[in-house]
């Protein structure tokens, strides 16, 4: 191990890589183990849905930029271990424990994890990843950015955003160096991620996401590490463009530690780039949709007789779905600009950091770059304001459904209760002809029987009973009174007992306003024993 010079640590450590990031425990600075044992917790549990579960599955895009051997460009498709440590150029016998491979990092090193889709397993294991990470020396906050991906049925941590950083300049900080590797120890290391909408095949955008990027920079060698997690392959075509044939050469530049900064701060800007993508169409859909679906609430006539458009609960369902979609559009573009600010602080400090030894020469490029941020975090500052106003209109207008929905519903209310009244109206009437007929009938259906008899039974011809007619009358117009008083006072008690439930019984008695106690005067004697 020490002909290779091979820090020890360096040769544990990635033995035990299946503990990552425990394995860690001691290099980092400002890390304490009982941090990285809950994110290890952590990282055990989403590892089922995070990785697949065999190599037959792996694919994982790795391109390798100005290698040890001379090559301009090195690039393979990981599939199974083997090929990983080919790529790596480095790996320990596990019986022996012998180092069986040797060569440098390249200038620049691009390895892309990504699934079949953004909510898919990522097409790589554990066991893999956990050595790339090992091998790399890459922070574990890099780990809580990851784990926010995997198979799921919807994404369930887009919210999360978060700007890492390490800075292993000052003498106390630096990692151990690795010859070997031609690695100095002297690095910063980034961790970020930003949030993009697409636009898909069919020309209706997609839902918001994201990626996740590691980034290493050693400023004696210049050599830069990127491991960029995500759930689509357009951020490894657009390296592949940034870095191509016909590419800016100064993008793809690795002569001196200058020109690897140079080129590194490129693959920044592309990344902000893309994050600014289609978010301006976007929010332009949005009001687009917004005036479709509502634009008869505030334009259309509502006056009687006009027609008018008629909401059900789904439209008020479907705005505010429009109102979340628009809350997710501002969090995701927040949240751009503020990575995009910390990244670009982050270089704005470097270049007054003394122990960066590239501070003089390269301040030229950190200030083009800084410049190019700004500009950036002006395009989202608009961005968000728009959205800010689409929020405000679209809660305008969801009130506004919601008025006119019960608008809706009151006169539906009434049309039932108008019914309601002619309806009783015509049961009333019916009822009133019924009580003066009742008593009729019920006499004549009596007088019809053979209990009492008027008329000459042997005669051929009939005869008119004046005695009948007026038995007939003295019986039913008596009875007929006595009916519709009876229905009267039953409908006055009827009412006496609604007001009785109501406490206005006294009132329908008693008609007269009555003084409440504290409004009656006392007496003379109650007042003189009051003094």
């Known amino acids: 191990m020490a002909s290779f010079n091979y820090p020890a640590a360096f040769v544990k450590r990635y ?3 299946g503990r990552y990031p425990l394995n860690l425990a001691n290099m980092m600075p400002n890390t304490s183990p009982e941090s990285l044992e809950l994110q290890n917790k952590k990282f055990d549990e989403v590892s089922k849905q995070l990785f697949v579960s065999t190599e037959s599955h792996v694919d994982v895009p790795w391109r390798d930029l100005a290698t040890s051997s001379g090559e301009d460009l090195r690039k393979r498709n990981i599939h199974d271990s083997d090929k990983l440590v080919d790529m790596m ?7 022996t424990k012998a180092i069986t491979s040797v060569q440098h990092d390249p200038q620049c090193r691009f390895i892309y994890l990504s699934g079949e889709s953004s909510r898919s397993a990522l097409n790589i294991t554990r066991t893999m990843f956990t050595r790339i990470l090992t091998f790399h020396q890459v922070m574990p906050a890099y780990l809580e950015f990851v784990m926010a991906f995997g198979r799921q049925d919807e994404p369930k941590d887009l919210r999360f955003s978060s700007f890492k950083k390490q800075v292993s300049l000052a003498p106390s900080a630096r990692l151990s160096e690795i010859q070997a590797l031609g690695r100095s120890g002297q690095q910063y290391q980034l961790c970020y991620n930003l949030k993009h909408i697409d636009i898909e095949e069919n020309g209706e955008f997609s839902t918001i996401r994201q990626a996740a990027i590691h980034h290493q920079f050693d400023v004696v060698n210049g050599k830069s590490l990127w491991i960029v997690t995500a759930g689509r392959p357009s951020l490894q075509e657009r390296f592949k463009s940034l870095t191509g044939k016909n590419a800016n050469p100064q993008n793809k530049s690795f002569g001196c530690p200058i020109e690897c900064l140079q080129s590194s701060l490129a693959v920044h800007y592309m990344f902000c780039s893309w994050s600014m993508e289609n978010w301006r169409w976007y929010i332009k859909s949005l009001e687009n949709t917004l005036e479709e679906a509502t634009g008869l609430t505030v334009y259309g006539p509502r006056g009687t007789g006009e027609y008018h458009q008629s909401y059900q609960p789904g439209d008020l369902q479907a705005l505010q779905r429009h109102e979340d979609m628009v ?17 670009s602080e982050f270089y704005a400090n470097l270049k007054h950091n003394k122990g960066f030894p590239l501070r003089n020469n390269g301040a030229e490029y950190i200030d083009i770059f800084t410049d190019q941020a700004e500009g950036y975090l002006s395009d989202i500052d608009h961005l968000v304001q728009r959205a800010c106003t689409l929020l405000k209109i679209t ?3 969801k009130e506004l459904v919601i008025q006119h929905f019960q608008s809706q519903s009151t006169e539906s209310m009434e049309r039932m209760s108008s019914n309601m009244e002619r309806e009783a109206i015509l049961v009333r009437i019916v009822t009133i002809v019924t009580l003066i007929y009742l008593p009729a009938t019920f006499v004549s259906t009596f007088f019809s029987t053979d209990v009492i008899k008027y008329q000459n039974q042997q005669s051929d011809f009939g005869s008119f009973s ?5 038995r007939w009358l003295q019986v039913a117009l008596p009875l007929t009174a006595l009916t519709l008083l009876l229905a009267w006072l039953w409908n006055r008690w009827a009412k006496l007992q609604l007001c009785y439930k109501d406490g206005a019984w006294r009132r329908s008695i008693w008609p007269f306003r009555r003084r409440e106690a504290s409004n009656i005067l006392p007496l003379y004697n109650e007042k003189r024993a009051g003094h």
């Open 15 to 17: 033995i035990d890589s």
């Open 89 to 95: 150029g480095f790996d320990i016998d596990d019986c």
């Open 327 to 343: 809350h997710e559009a501002i969090a995701a573009l927040e949240a751009n600009q503020r990575i995009i600010g910390s990244l």
């Open 395 to 397: 809660s305008g207008r």
């Open 466 to 470: 004046y005695i009948a007619m007026v």
